[in-house]
């Protein structure tokens, strides 16, 4: 079984749990162990969070959940601003004591894979994925 889902939803933070929520469903349905559905809610969480906090001048942001019994891709795009992709590739780990920091390097640390795209003023593509044991 495979599900697929296409979400375009406002840049706000009731956004990010409703878009977790959702994955949340999906992962049951089709019985994928609950550690890596943690994994996941929370590198979804992270890159919705970040669309909200920084994506500037973006209304809207796009969820593209793509979940199957063994699989799980997601993307997160928007048309905010971009950001440098070379200041983001090596995420440090952040230190203990910072508040900001944490969420493209969660996001590579519960994730498989992780690809970036970025332009000036034409937005931000972030795509995961988990392959499930």
């Not at 993307?75 to 004591?97: E, I, K, M, Y």
């Not at 000036?120 to 995961?128: A, D, E, K, M």
Request: hydrophobic share 40%; proline share 5%.
């Amino acid at each position: 079984m495979r599900m697929s889902v296409r979400l375009n939803l406002p840049r706000d933070m009731d956004s990010v749990p409703a878009v977790r929520r959702l994955l949340r469903c999906a992962l049951t349905i089709l019985h994928v162990d609950r550690q890596s559905g943690v994994d996941l809610e929370i590198a979804l969480t992270e890159a919705c969070a970040n669309v909200v906090t920084h994506a500037t001048g973006a209304d809207q942001f796009e969820v593209r959940l793509d979940v199957a019994d063994d699989h799980c891709a997601i993307d997160v795009l928007d048309n905010g601003p971009g950001f440098d992709l070379a200041a983001v590739q090596r995420p440090t780990s952040p230190s203990a004591d910072n508040e900001r920091g944490r969420g493209l390097f969660l996001i590579k640390a519960l994730t498989d894979s992780v690809r970036m795209h970025s332009a000036p003023r034409s937005g931000s593509l972030i795509h995961f994925e988990k392959s499930f044991a």
